[in-house]
Each structure stands twice: as structure tokens, then as C-alpha cells.
Nanobody
Framework: QVQLVESGGGLVQAGGSLRLSCAAS????????MAWYRQAPGKERELVAS???????HYLNSVKGRFTIYRDNAQNTVYLQMNSLKFEDTAVYYC????????????????WGKGTLVTVSS
């Protein structure tokens, strides 16, 4: 019913920047929380950043000051601007959205993107 498409991943050198985007399409009435997670090889998936409908944000401590999450509600899109990238940022990054799909429903459904690979060389 709802599809998420991530883009912006790739290979960068340490110290470089990337901007990830995640666009939602399909049956969308509104989107509550938006978030980015990541999973590095051999590691558990972790929350990187989140942004609520009132624009309050949370960040993983290790990315504070380097990453910025923001959203464009008109385009149903969430972004993650990543600066000063480090080798340890290498991971598959996943967007995660809480979506209200119908005006008749009063609950959110959680959706995951397929993931986009970010590789930081050192």
C-alpha cells in the first residue's frame, strides 16, 4: 500500500558528505514519525536519527553535530544530510516511517525502506 524508495547512498572518502533521501508513495493520508536506521556488518540495526511531526529530532550520539535529519511533508520525503563521514559510518541505511494510510483510520502503520548502502573509505 505504501512504498518507500531510498537514494543517495554510495562510496565516499572519510571526511566527505552524502545526502540520503527516502520518498514515500501510495496510500498516504499523513506521516507521523520519520527516522533513519543503519546496520553495519556484524552489528545490530541502530537508530541514527528521527524526526517527529512537530519537527523535534533525536540523534545517535556518535552522529550529533555531523548528521541532520529533515523532512518535506509536501513530498512525503525524509532526508539525512551526512557530513564529516567516518569509516565507522559504513552501513546499510534504512528509512522508517509511521504512516496513516486512510482518513478513516486513527493509527499509524510502520514501513521500512529497502536500504541504501553507504561506504566510507579510509
Amino acid at each position: 500500500q505504501v512504498q518507500l524508495v531510498e537514494s543517495g547512498g554510495g562510496l565516499v572518502q572519510a571526511g566527505g558528505s552524502l545526502r540520503l533521501s527516502c520518498a514515500a508513495s501510495g496510500s498516504i493520508f499523513s506521516i507521523n514519525a520519520m527516522a533513519w536506521y543503519r546496520q553495519a556488518p556484524g552489528k545490530e540495526r541502530e537508530l541514527v536519527a528521527s524526526i517527529s511531526s512537530d519537527l523535534s529530532t533525536h540523534y545517535l550520539n556518535s552522529v550529533k553535530g555531523r548528521f541532520t535529519i529533515y523532512r518535506d511533508n509536501a513530498q512525503n520525503t525524509v532526508y539525512l544530510q551526512m557530513n564529516s563521514l567516518k569509516f565507522e559510518d559504513t552501513a546499510v541505511y534504512y528509512c522508517n516511517l509511521d504512516v496513516r494510510t486512510s482518513i478513516a483510520d486513527y493509527y499509524d502503520i510502520n514501513y521500512w525502506g529497502k536500504g541504501t548502502l553507504v561506504t566510507v573509505s579510509s
